[in-house]
């Protein structure tokens, strides 16, 4: 081999080391400075380790909207290590980065040159992707097995060994993708696309292996029978989410998926320009697979506003996380793949510059130099403002909706209780008619108006006449009043 080649390898390699690292760096770093969300909250009581797997179940069923097998798995890391919210968080970031190598191994795989460095920087440093592998909910799940199923169909697609049935590769794939559609319900869309997918090679008699054919049906057929089980068992759906209005379709979530108005816009006219400049080519050497990525990226939102206009609105963000693969794997791959050098180099160079700068109007290169501020509710700074008032005991008071009222207010009291330290003076959590009934003369009044603002802005209002004092910790209301029968 010679030199110059040796000296090119090393450089990739030095590069590839580089950005695993700054992806692994700025997902770790201060992973557990906020407490946890609302929603987290929620998973950190549904995977408590000391109950069994059947309470957890029950739990989960009594006020999650999604399947269990994420619950499932972060109650098996507790039982592992410790029960502690940095180890459920840490399970995310696990999961976000082997969602990377696998996203950026397939464009690899797709093309021959060296999209696949662009595609691991703007993996890396993207900032939904960061959020969620901070965060102790399925999302980063989500993303890891929709890589590693979309990795499994390209090379059941494209290689020739896979025409003729292959019993271990069909078991592999097959339930892989049984986990992607059993992680939530939004996964199906993947497999849509895949089925998608294979119908146009049908039409246009391409060859279908038989590996990938068979794998396919057999997941349909579950996927049949899963879909009947959730739609009978799914006791209620998100209330909060709206149909996307007009300003949407100017964006298509973009803005959040890469952290500004500006930054959304400019990655959506370039995937949008580059898809029409490939479509528009007169070669017939087109990758075909790159077709399957175009799918994928219809449908995520094609089909969630179809049945929000029957049924009710479901889209939202996270739920279509997976998206950001062929997001980025497109913008990659077109970039280098357009013939005239200072054109493809300036778009590069254009991605990377934002993408980078972009981080230094953000948290994540903001808190290496500045305390950050707090941005999820903070019930270690609470615990304290109870412990010093001399009022230990307190109850909860901010869902609208009050069909699992008191199994939500139970989980919250629970993670409060975890994240206190002290063995003496604990905030001790009551209901609001036990106070009422009880010798207690105050208690404090907690709301999270992130969660629900109206809720917690009239709590002062209807406690007016027993109102004594208003505290705030970051992302909680509290107010002291007294007991009205004392």
Known sequence: MKLSKIKLLSKKSFLIVFLFLFAIIIRAYNINYDNLWFDEILSFWIAEPERTFKESFLRHTKIEQIPYLYHFILKITFSIFFYDSYFGRSLSLVLNILGIIFSVRLVKKITNNNSYLLALFLFASNIFLISYAQEMRPYSM?????????????????KKKFQKFNLKYFFIF???QILLVIS???????FFSFIFYLLLKFLKKETIRKTLLFSILFVLLFSIFYLGYLFLTLKSFPTWITQPD?????NFYFSKFFGSRLMGLVHLIILLVLILLYFLKKS???NNFLLLYVIIIFLSYLLPIIYGFIFRPIIFPRYIIFVLIPIISLISILAFDIKKQIIKNSIIFLLVILNFGNHFAESTFKQFFNKRNYHKPNFEIMSKIITYSDINNYFINMIVDTKNEKVVYIAISHYISATNK?????????????????????????????VVIDKCTKNKTVYKKN????EYAPGINMILISNENK
């Open 174 to 176: 097959s339930i892989f």
């Open 142 to 158: 989500v993303f890891f097995l929709s890589s590693i199923n979309l990795y499994l169909f390209y090379l059941l697609d494209n």
């Open 467 to 470: 109102f004594i004092l208003e």
């Open 246 to 250: 007009l300003k949407f379709f100017t």
């Open 284 to 286: 017939q050497n087109k």
């Open 184 to 190: 939530h319900p939004f996964s199906l869309i993947i």
């Open 422 to 450: 002290k063995k003496i003076n604990k905030p001790m959590y009551i209901t609001e008619e036990d106070f009422h009934n009880s010798d207690y003369k105050k208690t404090w009044v907690i709301c999270l108006p992130n």
